[in-house]
């Protein structure tokens, strides 16, 4: 991966002759301020089941994204940004505690059940909005919620001061399949994409959100940040989009004359609209002028499941739910004008850094008993730090019995015992394993990989994938 960015480099510093890059560079440092943002607001942009190529800022060239792009391009991209679960429910359970999920015991996706109040987020784990919120912001998140769908676990009692979304882990894209009104009354997957959306604990009569789901989240998220410019708070904007069912209006379809295949066609045009939304957003925050006061984060809850939404994960292997990079290295990118200097930034760091960056820049306190295992990464943006943020990155799929480490360059696979070994730095596709030529490296990332395991829990709850022959 460095050679590759060096290779861009250095045909990006001849193609804008030495001149322009200097210039550039001056630029990108005199727009640094030195002023200490104390509170920055922070806005998590998570897309849902999105492909790592479907964005044009890793290079897709099918589905523009303009405004994405904007995230990445006056901010930092990070091309080894990883989840810390290859599927939605888990994925979030640690992005939203900023803890490997397996430590508490949420490594499947739940079953919905209101009835149930350990089929989500245990009551003992505390949310980035309960941290965030102890040092008096207001958050909000809008969309998809998928951390249980029992009242004790609605967003109102973890952390969050409001809600509009959905509490299951996707939805029917128009209000007219809307027919249940009751969220609560209801005890299977496909009941809960049908649900009235929830404002706060109320059920929002469709009649007044008659538009396209991602238009409704999008005009939700500017007015969230119009009703709270004045004081700090934390917006997760928490987008079903692109995840199936594959529903799209003629405005987003229309863009995409040249895509013949259905699927795929659909997937661009949801995409597209997500991308308007965060254009909506963003001019916002800068109508407001809160840009510099406001860091904005871009990922995907995990890789594109490429068969079923018809997604793109690039050159990396595997898909959703896999522990080849395809399964959770995403589309990701963060944003703070004036504080972070525009670039790439090639080292991996993880969904789990949010919450500790978040705690960082607001002074809130986190429990040692409970500790986070993410960074901030701010002085590794800034170069203040020169190593890397993580030594390791993990994945645990207890199910499946599978692993993956990724130790430096190395990642190590472990499948049923069966273990593989990958460079990542020169075979991003992972198509040769080299285990038995580095007996040395498997060993060495093999205890780490015992080591962390140790520390983890088995799953408390039965998930989705024991209901599949009911569904
Ligand atoms: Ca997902």
Same mark, same amino acid.
């Given at each position: 991966m460095k050679k590759i960015v060096l290779i861009s480099s250095i045909l990006f510093a001849l193609i804008l002759g030495c001149r322009g890059v200097k210039n550039a560079q001056k630029k990108n440092h005199n727009s640094i301020s030195?002023?200490?943002?104390t509170k920055p607001n922070v806005i998590v942009i998570m897309a849902d089941d999105l492909g790592y190529n479907d964005v044009s800022f890793n290079g897709s060239k099918q589905i523009p994204t303009p405004n994405i792009d904007r995230i990445a391009n006056e901010g930092v991209k990070f091309t080894n940004g990883y989840v810390s679960y290859s599927v939605c429910g888990p994925s979030r359970a640690g992005f939203i505690t900023g803890r490997y999920q397996q430590r508490f015991g949420f490594e499947r996706n739940p079953q919905y059940d209101p009835s149930d109040v350990n089929m989500g987020l245990p009551q003992d784990e505390k949310t980035i909005a309960d941290r965030l919120g102890s040092v008096g912001y207001k958050s909000g998140i809008i969309g998809k919620w998928h951390l249980g769908a029992n009242v004790k676990n609605h967003p109102l009692n973890r952390g969050f001061n409001e809600f509009f979304g959905h509490l299951g882990g996707g939805h029917q894209y128009f209000s007219n399949m809307w027919t249940i009104e009751d969220s609560y009354a209801i005890n299977t997957e496909s009941q809960s994409y049908r649900t009235w959306l929830m404002r706060d604990h109320k059920p929002v009569d469709p009649v007044t959100t008659p538009k396209y789901i991602t238009e409704e989240f999008a005009d939700e998220s500017v007015a969230f940040v119009e009703r709270n410019k004045d004081n700090p708070f934390f917006l997760f @904007? =928490?987008?079903?989009?692109?995840?199936?069912? @594959? &529903?799209?209006? &003629?405005?987003? @379809?229309?863009?995409?004359?040249n895509i013949s295949n259905k699927k795929r066609k659909t997937y661009a045009a949801m995409? =597209?609209?997500l991308d308007d939304g965060v254009g909506l957003l963003l001019d916002k925050l800068e109508e407001l002028k809160l840009d510099d006061n406001t860091i904005v984060f871009f990922l995907s809850d995990n890789g594109g499941p490429e068969s079923k939404n018809a997604s793109d994960n690039g050159i990396l292997r595997g898909a959703k739910s896999s522990v080849y990079e395809g399964g959770f290295r995403v589309p990701f990118a963060i944003r703070w004008k004036g504080q972070i200097k525009k670039g790439v930034f090639d080292k991996p760091v993880s969904s789990l850094d949010i919450m500790a960056t978040a705690v960082a820049l607001s002074g809130a306190k986190t429990n040692p008993a409970k500790p986070l295992d993410g960074v901030n990464l701010i002085p590794y943006l800034n170069g203040e730090k020169k190593e890397q943020p993580h030594e390791n990155i993990y994945l645990r799929k207890f199910d499946q019995k599978r692993f993956a480490v990724r130790n430096n360059e190395y990642k190590l696979i472990v499948i049923k015992g069966r273990k593989e070994l990958y460079n990542l730095e020169n075979d991003i596709s992972e198509t040769t394993n080299i285990a038995k030529e580095s007996p040395e490296q498997v060993k060495k990332i093999d205890e780490i990989r015992k080591a962390w395991n140790k520390e983890l829990i088995d799953p408390i709850f039965k998930g989705l994938v024991h209901l599949k022959k009911k569904r």
């Open positions: 030195t002023t200490k943002i @904007l =928490s987008y079903n989009a692109p995840h199936g069912p @594959l &529903q799209a209006t &003629q405005k987003y @379809l229309d863009r995409f004359p995409v =597209s609209a």
